[in-house]
């Protein structure tokens, strides 16, 4: 069987395009009941329930495998929680599925086709999880001390000659004494003693699993992984569940392998992620995914691909996109957009609703999200302050959720974390309404931004 590199554990898979998600960091569902019903607010969603129940449908037509060739489009006013459902409904779809976001004028790059950027962004969607057995040391993190020595290389400094790291399990402890390169890594996934871990016997790989439930802390709402201490012995045989997407192995095997000297190490550096994806190459990839899949080594994870501003494509991204539609191997699509009627980019005269082509349209089952009342504002402002470990003062909250009514969901959000500087730059540890009052004089909302330039036509003479 032909081989194809799998990147290994330690190298950034996709989700290095998470950061996109961060701000909805507290959705963690649609939360709906087993009957399928909005709960008034669930799983960090609050309101629109509406749409939300109407993404449950999806979800199990998804399940069910009735949704193929079909796609879903969220539409409504900017801040109004598209992309939130289109979050949450990848969180409804399993664990670990591939969430892969992207802008629709994303694909006007001056180095790739239109059509290469869809292409990839679908791949990118979907996950293959694959088991391996393998070597390692495991337990929880007990003690974790780099020795130093003097650095033979220069007279002043140390380095780190070895570290010890203790790994205790249900059975037993061990005290490891390993490389620095391995000290480097436990650095970089910033591993602290309380830490659950595995190390790699072969390649030194180390994985941070979570952190010991003997840490939990009662907070509902936290990123904190709580695990288990581990069963058996600290070495023994694990099997591995790897997760990358079918976009990884494209890039990992079309960049220049082997050879470990500086010039090849620099060309996969420069060039990565923008080396040549050709159609070949990606039906050898499918070729081996499958002989893989068959073996029961690795299972395809079908995930979502979610295209905002869908309006931004072009008239032949639209016609590449119902064809990708069609593919067999095809995610779960999910557009947005905030127009209404529209000229469809890259025709003269189609003007048509969210100015995509209604042959698309077609496909498409469309959700409209609403706008929130004050209340709905608040509660989801409240969310975020929580999750971003933010104090609120007497009134802030009421005083957010009228700037959120004025301007947006979003603008109200975004409030938050500047207000919080104000408050700490004051010494305070908790905003207070004062330091919102401070922000509105510092900055201004959209739509007073736009009273201030005035009909007299704007800063350069008129051409704004
Ligand atoms: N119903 C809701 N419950 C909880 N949080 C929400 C809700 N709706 C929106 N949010 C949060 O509000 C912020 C803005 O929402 P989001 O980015 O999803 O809006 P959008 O409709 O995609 O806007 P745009 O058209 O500008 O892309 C996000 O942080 C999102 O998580
Ligand atoms: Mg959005």
Known sequence: MKTTTVPSTSAPP??????????????????????????????????????????GVVVELVKSRKFSGRALLLVGAPGTGKTALALAVSHELGVKVPFCPMVGSEVYSTEVKKTEVLAEAFRRAIGLRIKETKEVYEGEVTELTPAEAENPLSGYGKTVSHVIVGLKTVKGTKQLRLDPTIYEAMLKEKIVVGDVIYIE??????????????????YDLESETYVPLPKGDVHK?????????????????????????????????????????????????????????????????????????????????FTYLNALLESPMAPTVILATNRGNAIV???????????VPVDLLDRCL????????????AKVVQLRA?????????????????????????????????????????????IEVDDIGEMNELFLDAKASARNIGSDGGFDGGRM
């Open 14 to 55: 996709s989700t290095a395009r998470s950061s996109r998600v961060a701000p909805h960091s507290h959705i963690k569902g649609l939360g709906l009941t087993p009957e399928g019903l909005a709960l008034p607010d669930g799983a960090g969603f609050v309101g629109q329930t509406n749409a939300r129940e109407a993404c």
């Open 237 to 317: 045989r694990k099997e591995l569940v790897q997760d990358v997407t079918l976009g990884d192995l494209d890039a990992a095997n079309a960049r220049p392998q082997g050879g470990q000297d500086i010039m090849s190490v620099m060309g996969s550096l420069i060039k990565s992620g923008r080396t040549e994806v050709t159609e070949k190459l990606r039906k050898e990839v499918n070729k081996v995914v499958k002989g893989y899949v068959d073996q029961g080594v690795a299972e395809v994870v079908p995930g979502v691909v979610f295209i905002d501003e869908v309006h931004m494509l072009d008239i032949e991204c």
């Open 366 to 377: 469309i959700v409209k999200t609403d706008t929130y009342n004050r209340e709905q504002i």
């Open 201 to 218: 016997a072969n390649t030194g790989a180390v994985k941070r699993v979570g952190r010991s439930d003997a840490y939990a802390s009662s």
């Open 386 to 430: 929580n999750v971003e470990g933010l104090k609120l003062g007497p009134g802030v909250l009421e005083r957010l959720a009228e700037e959120g009514e004025r301007g947006s969901m979003r603008y109200a959000i975004q409030l938050l974390t500047p207000a919080s500087i104000l408050s700490g730059l004051a010494g305070r540890n908790q």
């Open 345 to 355: 980019r890259g025709t003269t005269d189609v003007v048509s609703p969210h100015g």
